[in-house]
């Protein structure tokens, strides 16, 4: 047996913004030369008069200060990865799990998936649905009870897109930014998992 685990993934464009603007403010803050870090990096010899610990926070303790080092460096601020990742632990039911990110990289992939093994099942009913025909879809204007999500027809085209046919993952985008979430900055695809928890998944499907 097999679950489905969505991946949510900051897009490139809002990732490398931010990689920007972090690199640009800790280069202005440590007196870091652009040039030399666009290069071979700044090394101990050029950090002139830095504290050691900030050195070799700043390089990773590779002995090397470089973007990519920077972009590692853990400045207070959280990624556009961790604020998503925060977000998604807001608006999710409690049912679903939450993994990532476990780095500073903006991109970082974040893992959603059902604690109980049904993934796109539990995505379904988030939206109101309910896959009645086992087809791995949503026939929006058959398979979903309005609710506070879907209200009219045009949530209903929305949500089912040219073919009124939801996927789990057009599900999942849908509810997210139905819940405030700004999807236009991430990406959010599926792909088949094992199962979380076996146990849990069979002590719920049991009667089923």
Request: aromatic share 6%.
């Amino acid at each position: 047996m097999s679950d489905i685990s969505f991946r949510v993934q900051v897009n490139p464009d809002v990732a490398q913004k931010f990689i920007d603007q972090k690199i640009d403010k800790l280069a202005n803050k440590f007196g870091l030369d652009k040039k030399e870090l666009e290069g071979n990096g700044v090394d101990l010899t050029e950090a002139d008069g830095m504290q050691l610990k900030t050195f070799q926070d700043l390089s990773a303790n590779t002995g090397v200060i470089t973007k990519a080092t920077l972009i590692k460096f853990n400045d207070g601020v959280a990624t556009p990865a961790e604020n998503y990742a925060a977000e998604l632990a807001k608006v999710l039911p409690g049912t679903m799990d939450i993994k990532g990110p476990k780095t500073k990289d903006p991109s970082e992939v974040i893992f959603v998936q059902s604690k109980y093994g049904d993934t796109a099942n539990q995505t379904f009913t988030m939206i109101g649905g309910t896959d009645t025909n086992k087809d791995g879809k949503l026939a929006v204007g058959i398979e979903i009870k309005e609710n506070e999500l879907v209200k009219t027809t045009n949530d209903a085209k929305e949500l089912g897109g040219p073919d009124l046919q939801a996927t789990p993952d057009e599900a999942m985008a849908f509810y997210l930014k139905k819940k405030g979430v700004k999807t236009e900055d991430i990406t959010v695809t599926s792909k088949q998992a094992p199962i979380l928890n076996e146990k849990l998944h069979d002590l719920t499907n049991f009667n089923k």
